[in-house]
């Protein structure tokens, strides 16, 4: 089974999604299911998960609608305030939903290069495990530093790195970050995703060779069985195709065995989130 382990819904709005700013035109529409489903059937992807792209439980409950409606959204990563009084209570209502499987904050967001060691974050963080939920990292390369202090707190959750906490393949400056990815790696309870790579690129001159140093050190660091393919859709729109994004990945992995192979694509996804 081929999973995108990483990819985005929304009705746009210019307000609530004003991330999307005007030199991404290209993802300033709705972006629903009908419009992802064909496009996973060209590729020979049998599901995907639905990952937060709005800081709100309405966003969590968007999500979670879609996946009732449509059998090949396999799980769904939302957002709750993890910093709430009303934490415990609104974790036990999420719990209901079969197809929630964790969430994600919007890290890379903050100013605070250390925020993700709050102590009342982490106290939210640590509510997770008695419901099975798993943790999305969203961070930059700068953030990494307090991410490797993080993931030694929680031994027992379920953690995973996006979008390879978007190194700079524009200026292939990689020995820092990968000095703090590698430690990061030594943690088994944490897994990374291939994904984001052509949106942390120059849009319009990406090649797949900037991205295999990086590749490299990933593979190396966490081992196939903690990687997993993540489109990045719609976001990756703004560079390239779902063909080639895909593309990038199978052809970098095509090396290795095909059971390796097959845990990238699908079965680390399916064993890390349960779907």
Same mark, same amino acid.
């Given at each position: 089974?081929?999973?995108?382990?990483?990819?985005?819904?929304?009705?746009?709005?210019?307000?609530?999604?004003?991330?999307?700013?005007?030199?991404?035109?290209?993802?300033?529409?709705?972006?629903?299911?009908?419009?992802?489903?064909?496009?996973?059937?060209?590729?020979?992807?049998?599901?995907?998960?639905?990952?937060?792209?709005?800081?709100?439980?309405?966003?969590?409950?968007?999500?979670?609608?879609?996946?009732?409606?449509?059998?090949?959204i396999k799980g769904v990563?939302?957002?709750?305030?993890?910093?709430?009084?009303?934490?415990?209570?609104?974790?036990?209502?999420?719990?209901?939903?079969?197809?929630?499987?964790?969430?994600?904050?919007?890290?890379?967001?903050?100013?605070?290069?250390?925020?993700?060691?709050?102590?009342?974050?982490?106290?939210?963080?640590?509510?997770?495990?008695?419901?099975?939920?798993?943790?999305?990292?969203?961070?930059?390369?700068?953030?990494?530093?307090?991410?490797?202090?993080?993931?030694?707190?929680?031994?027992?959750?379920?953690?995973?790195?996006?979008?390879?906490?978007?190194?700079y393949f524009k200026t292939?400056?990689?020995?820092?970050?990968?000095? /703090?990815?590698?430690?990061?790696?030594? /943690?088994? /309870?944490?897994?990374?995703?291939?994904?984001?790579?052509?949106?942390?690129?120059?849009?319009?001159?990406?090649?797949?060779?900037?991205?295999?140093?990086?590749?490299?050190?990933?593979?190396?660091?966490?081992?196939?069985?903690?990687?997993?393919?993540?489109?990045?859709?719609?976001?990756?729109?703004?560079?390239?195709?779902?063909?080639?994004?895909?593309?990038?990945?199978?052809?970098?992995?095509?090396?290795?065995?095909?059971?390796?192979?097959?845990?990238?694509?699908?079965?680390?996804?399916?064993?890390?989130y349960g779907l």
């Open positions: 089974m081929i999973i995108d382990a990483h990819q985005h819904f929304w009705q746009y709005h210019p307000v609530k999604d004003a991330w999307i700013t005007d030199d991404m035109k290209v993802i300033q529409e709705d972006f629903l299911p009908h419009h992802l489903q064909p496009v996973l059937q060209e590729n020979g992807v049998d599901g995907c998960v639905a990952v937060q792209a709005d800081q709100s439980e309405t966003e969590t409950d968007f999500l979670l609608d879609l996946a009732a409606q449509h059998n090949f990563v939302g957002w709750v305030d993890l910093r709430a009084d009303n934490l415990s209570e609104r974790l036990e209502h999420f719990s209901r939903f079969e197809k929630l499987k964790g969430f994600r904050h919007i890290v890379q967001g903050e100013p605070d290069p250390a925020f993700i060691l709050r102590s009342d974050f982490c106290e939210g963080i640590r509510a997770l495990s008695k419901y099975n939920f798993t943790y999305d990292i969203l961070v930059y390369p700068v953030q990494l530093p307090a991410v490797a202090a993080f993931v030694q707190l929680f031994p027992d959750l379920r953690l995973v790195i996006d979008h390879m906490a978007k190194p292939g400056d990689i020995s820092v970050w990968e000095t /703090h990815m590698r430690a990061i790696a030594e /943690h088994p /309870h944490v897994y990374c995703k291939l994904s984001g790579l052509v949106t942390e690129a120059d849009w319009q001159k990406w090649d797949a060779a900037h991205f295999a140093p990086f590749l490299d050190v990933v593979l190396d660091a966490f081992g196939p069985e903690r990687l997993m393919f993540g489109s990045d859709w719609p976001v990756c729109k703004l560079a390239a195709s779902y063909t080639e994004v895909i593309g990038i990945v199978t052809d970098y992995i095509s090396r290795l065995s095909a059971d390796e192979k097959a845990g990238i694509m699908g079965g680390n996804a399916v064993r890390f």
